[in-house]
């Protein structure tokens, strides 16, 4: 089954993405994105797990990743 959402917070990659293309528009760097979806949707303040996938929903565009193996996954980044 894909991961296409942040679990704790039920919230889509795919609805992101505007929010995304926006800020990248604007001028923004993938750091200041994540902090700003982060403050917006919770999303990555939960269990964490949701981090990497969020990180590469901004790099690549892409709203739908293969699970990430369990024990590969960097602990969360941020308080």
Known sequence: MPVDRCI???????????FIIELRERGHDDDTIFDWL????????????????VKLCIK??????????????????RP
Do not use: N
């Open 8 to 18: 704790c917070h039920d919230t889509t990659f795919a609805a992101m993405r505007p």
């Open 60 to 77: 690549t565009g892409r709203t739908r990743f293969a699970p990430i193996p369990s024990g590969t996954t960097t602990q969360k980044s």
């Open 38 to 53: 982060r403050s917006q949707t919770g999303c990555t303040s939960g269990c964490g797990l949701c981090e990497p996938y």
